[in-house]
Nanobody, 123 residues
Framework: VQLQASGGGLVQAGGSLRLSCAAS????????MGWFRQAPGKEREFVATISWSGGITYYADSVKGRFAISRDNAKNTVYLQMNSLKPEDTAVYYC?????????????????WGQGTLVTVSS
C-alpha cells in the first residue's frame, strides 16, 4: 500500500484545512487508518484514527472537538478536517494504515506510512 498525504499549508489561527490521504496499490476498505503528527523537535504523536467502515473514530484530547477523521472507501481516501486551528497544531501530518479493520492510537500498530504534509498555523 502506498499512501500519499496532501492538503497541508499555511493558515492563520482559527482557520481550517482538510488533509487527504490517498492510497494506491490496494483497497483501503480492510484497513484501519490513522493520522499522526510530528512537530519540530518533538516525537510523532497520535491525532486521530478510524475503523475500516468509518463507524468508530477516536481522537487525541488535544484535537477533540476541532478535528474530524473520515473515509471514503470508494475513493480509497481518508480525510482529516481540521477546524479552529491553533499555532500548536503546527507539524508534519502523516497518515498511516494498518492490516487490521480497527483503528489504533499506537504508532507501532501501523504497517504503512505516507510521506507527510506540513501544516503551519500562524498566530
Amino acid at each position: 500500500v502506498q499512501l500519499q498525504a496532501s492538503g497541508g499549508g499555511l493558515v492563520q489561527a482559527g482557520g481550517s484545512l482538510r488533509l487527504s490521504c490517498a492510497a494506491s496499490g490496494r483497497t483501503l476498505s480492510d484497513y484501519g487508518m490513522g493520522w499522526f503528527r510530528q512537530a519540530p523537535g518533538k516525537e510523532r504523536e497520535f491525532v486521530a484514527t478510524i475503523s475500516w467502515s468509518g463507524g468508530i473514530t477516536y481522537y487525541a484530547d488535544s484535537v477533540k472537538g476541532r478535528f474530524a477523521i473520515s473515509r471514503d472507501n470508494a475513493k480509497n481516501t481518508v480525510y482529516l478536517q481540521m477546524n479552529s486551528l491553533k499555532p500548536e497544531d503546527t507539524a508534519v501530518y502523516y497518515c498511516a494504515a494498518r492490516r487490521r479493520t480497527g483503528g489504533s492510537t499506537s504508532l507501532g500498530a501501523y504497517d504503512y506510512w505516507g510521506q507527510g504534509t506540513l501544516v503551519t498555523v500562524s498566530s
